[in-house]
């Protein structure tokens, strides 16, 4: 094997490593802000809530799966989609913010633009989206390698032992 051959798909293998990794700590990152949420109202009966949970707690689990990306792509577009619809356009002001999260947080209603539930709930929008669009580039980049650099034929021969190609 020469030095060419070795150093080949380098740069789309890094890239890969840094989406896994990017991919883990946004589902990090969500599913610890919503479950403390649910820790602190002690009850899970928003359905939109307990759906992000569990496509992050799915995202910790399959976080290393090149198969799965386009699915987790497409569940975390959901996700953040229906996050948002919880608040709208209205991010900090919306009516479910307010009385619901904004009471649980802290503890009080009508909470002021830059408490700390507000800047939470954005956290749990951005790295939401952010896990989508990096399972997006994680699948384009898989198919990507897959496409380049997998020969059957090549890896044929190198199972056998045999330096031959065709």
């Known amino acids: 094997m020469d030095a060419k051959e070795y150093t080949k798909g380098t740069s789309s293998r890094a890239l890969h490593v840094f989406f896994r990794l990017g991919e883990l ?6 599913v610890g802000l919503i479950g403390r949420f649910l820790f602190l109202i002690d009850e899970a009966n928003s ?5 992000g949970i ?11 799966s090149f198969p799965l990306d386009f699915l987790m792509f497409a569940a975390w ?23 619901y999260w904004g009471y649980y947080w802290g503890r009080w ?14 956290t749990v929008l951005a790295f939401s989206f952010i896990a989508s669009f990096t399972y997006l580039l994680s699948f384009c980049l898989g198919l990507y390698w897959v496409m380049t650099y997998y020969n059957r034929k090549e890896r044929g021969n190198q199972a056998f032992g045999s330096s031959n190609t065709e």
């Open 109 to 122: 209603y009508r909470p002021g633009i830059n408490w700390s539930g507000c800047s939470a709930w954005r």
């Open 54 to 64: 569990v496509i992050g707690s799915l995202t910790i689990l399959f976080s290393l």
């Open 77 to 99: 577009l959901i996700v953040f989609c229906l996050l948002e619809t919880l608040t709208g356009i209205s991010t900090c002001n919306a009516f479910w913010l307010n009385d």
């Open 47 to 51: 359905a939109r809530l307990v759906y």
């Open 25 to 30: 700590v946004c589902a990090c990152i969500v």
